[in-house]
């Protein structure tokens, strides 16, 4: 009796947690749907074709490093010395911490190879010219978290990416205080754009008032967490996320790389908040809710993605904390309404849900195969519950690997390379990914609850792109080309090219 008890309760236990399971993944598998039907609205960059010098904006792209690799910085420089665009109408500005001394002497080695080059040291808070920020802060009330909240009035502000930003670009709009209004854009040490980035956005800015170019990864063959980490870029940055400009109905996230937006709107809003641990999702969100519009630019940056998985759960454990910061209390201080607040925090629910996959996929197998075999202990009714859901998932990840094997293209140029990446990336292989992301949304959670992640904790970077940047950048035939945009400029834009700074002397390509 006691068996036959233990068993029934067995029994009841797995169904009731199938049931659960399908539910959930019902649910995820529903709000992932609800972002594809939204409308992207897509940047043209060939709007920016013919134009004069003049007619372009001028745009600061701002490189803020830690503690880099210099092999991993010219590598970006490389990308940057075949931008098309009217050198006259565009700064790179490096913007290390004063203190990363070794970083500071790279960066004035590659100056003297790329003539583009400018560095602004930044000095610590304690210093007199960061009162610049203080002072805008103190006139403007949506520089919130000067205001209001524990941290308020804090100048000590956390030693990371997002304090460099605030220091140099309060300093570079306080010096063209008077002059025309100018673009901020920003990449990471290891992000090299292709040659129509700031033409993209000289096109998009007539139409939006923030700009998100998507980001693709150029070693997703180095290793098998490679492999996994480019998957997410793949699924999120290159598939679900152009659908959060919706026509400016969706709260949106930018994506702390490759963005443009006027100097004018970013002072008006406060600046970047310096106590998130990332600032991409607070920021964009912030411009939402003052009615600012997001078009999307389809040419990405090349990024490097960690080979390995400790360092890829050191980079998404931040994000996740980030996420969680952001989605918090600085939804009201910036003043969402409630129904805003929650159609914000929908955007965290792909990332959240990923390990639904995990559990809901083989427990709708196991239920069908159950069922097939005839000793199912389910419900008849569930099961068409667990055929939709396999349906769905069966859907919309073919829908993913064909974006994926588009894209894939763009750094993968041979076919051999592309399958090798899609069956590295197969459905049995994700479904141990997606239990791993577990580890990081435990910690990233840990962390928000602690108030942790305000100290830069750099992701490393290894210059994992350099053979294939090194071969677009040298135009070498054919073995490596980041799209039809990295090929050298189209014949319309030939009176840019021509502004354009000459090429270094010296300078290997």
Request: charged share 20%; proline share 7%.
């Amino acid at each position: 009796m006691h068996t036959l008890a233990w068993a029934g309760d067995a029994d009841t236990g797995l169904v009731s947690a199938f049931l659960l399971s399908q539910i959930l993944y019902a649910l995820s598998l529903g709000l992932g749907l609800f972002f594809l039907r939204l409308p992207v609205d897509w940047v043209d960059p060939r709007e920016a074709e013919g134009r004069r010098p003049e007619e372009h904006p001028t745009i600061v792209l701002f490189y803020p490093v830690l503690r880099e690799l210099e092999s991993t910085m010219r590598t970006t420089f490389l990308s940057l010395a075949r931008i098309d665009y009217p050198a006259s109408r565009y700064r790179v500005v490096a913007i290390p911490n004063a203190s990363d001394t070794a970083t500071v002497e790279s960066l004035r080695r590659l100056a003297r190879e790329f003539a583009f080059l400018q560095i602004v040291e930044v000095p610590a808070t304690g210093d007199p010219s960061w009162q610049i920020v203080w002072d805008s802060w103190d006139e403007n009330p949506k520089a919130y978290w000067w205001h209001k909240g524990k941290r308020a009035g804090v100048k000590a502000l956390p030693p990371k990416k997002t304090r460099q930003l605030i220091y140099a670009f309060y300093q570079l709009a306080a010096e063209r205080a008077g002059e025309e209004d100018f673009l901020v854009n920003y990449i990471d040490a290891d992000s090299c754009p292709p040659p129509d980035h700031f033409l993209a956005a000289s096109a998009g800015m007539r139409h939006f008032d923030v700009l998100q170019a998507q980001n693709i990864a150029g070693n997703l063959l180095t290793s098998m967490p490679a492999s996994w980490h480019a998957f997410d870029h793949m699924a999120w940055d290159g598939f679900l996320y152009p659908h959060l400009s919706a026509g400016g109905r969706q709260p949106y996230w930018v994506l702390g790389k490759g963005l443009f937006f006027r100097a004018s709107d970013l002072v008006a809003l406060g600046g970047f908040h310096p106590w998130i641990t990332i600032e991409d999702p607070e920021v964009g969100m912030r411009f939402w809710t003052n009615g600012k519009r997001i078009g999307i630019i389809e040419n990405p940056l090349i990024e490097e993605v960690p080979s390995t998985l400790a360092h890829g759960i050191t980079q998404r454990k931040r994000w996740v904390c980030g996420f969680f910061q952001s989605l918090a209390q600085p939804l009201k201080d910036m003043g969402m309404t409630p129904w805003q607040r929650v159609r914000a925090r929908l955007n965290f629910g792909p990332c959240l849900s990923l390990s639904a996959h995990a559990i809901g996929l083989p427990m709708g197998l196991w239920a069908l195969a159950a069922w097939r075999w005839g000793d199912s202990p389910v419900p008849p009714w569930t099961l068409g519950l667990a055929a939709v859901n396999l349906a769905v998932f069966a859907l919309t990840l073919g829908a993913i690997y064909r974006s994926v094997w588009r894209r894939a293209a763009l750094v993968l140029p041979e076919r051999a390379d592309r399958l090798r990446y899609l069956l590295r990336v197969n459905p049995a292989s994700l479904v141990v990914w997606w239990l791993l992301w577990l580890v990081p949304l435990a910690i990233g959670f840990w962390m928000f609850l602690r108030d942790r992640g305000l100290v830069w904790e750099r992701t490393v970077k290894i210059d994992a792109n350099h053979e294939l940047v090194r071969a677009v950048a040298g135009s070498q035939p054919a073995t490596v080309r980041l799209g039809a945009d990295l090929a050298p400029p189209h014949p319309a834009n030939r009176n840019l090219a021509a502004d354009a700074e000459a090429p270094v002397p010296g300078l290997a390509l």
